[in-house]
Nanobody
Framework: QVQLVESGGGLVQAGGSLRLSCAASGSIFSINHMAWYRQAPGKQREWVASIRSGTITNYLDSVKGRFTISRDNAKNTVYLQMNNLKPEDTAVYYC????????WGQGTQVTVSS
């Protein structure tokens, strides 16, 4: 079964940028719909962005214009470019298929300081 490993998180000041990666242990070529999610302390996990059919992307309103999701099927990797980060973006970020039928990875911590 495909396993997911997220990386690229860290501590950044408000206005900074990070690029998250989600590497799959197996091929994700056949998984049409992939997404990033996040979970802030004390809150439920929420959907952030998704990509399907290679190029169709959708974003949470609060990240539109700042985040960009992409994928590289040859590398079995999904990316999330995050620009102009805000303190409210602080969370653990995860990727998964849509619906979430893959096992969840460990996530990657993103902390944005004001």
């Amino acid at each position: 079964q495909v396993q997911l490993v997220e990386s690229g998180g860290g501590l950044v000041q408000a206005g900074g940028s990070l690029r998250l990666s989600c590497a799959a242990s197996g091929s994700i070529f056949s998984i049409n719909h992939m997404a990033w999610y996040r979970q802030a302390p004390g809150k439920q996990r929420e959907w952030v962005a998704s990509i399907r059919s290679g190029t169709i992307t959708n974003y949470l309103d609060s990240v539109k214009g700042r985040f960009t999701i992409s994928r590289d099927n040859a590398k079995n990797t999904v990316y999330l470019q995050m620009n102009n980060l805000k303190p409210e973006d602080t969370a653990v970020y995860y990727c998964n298929a849509v619906p979430n039928w893959l096992p969840w990875g460990q996530g990657t911590q993103v902390t944005v300081s004001s």
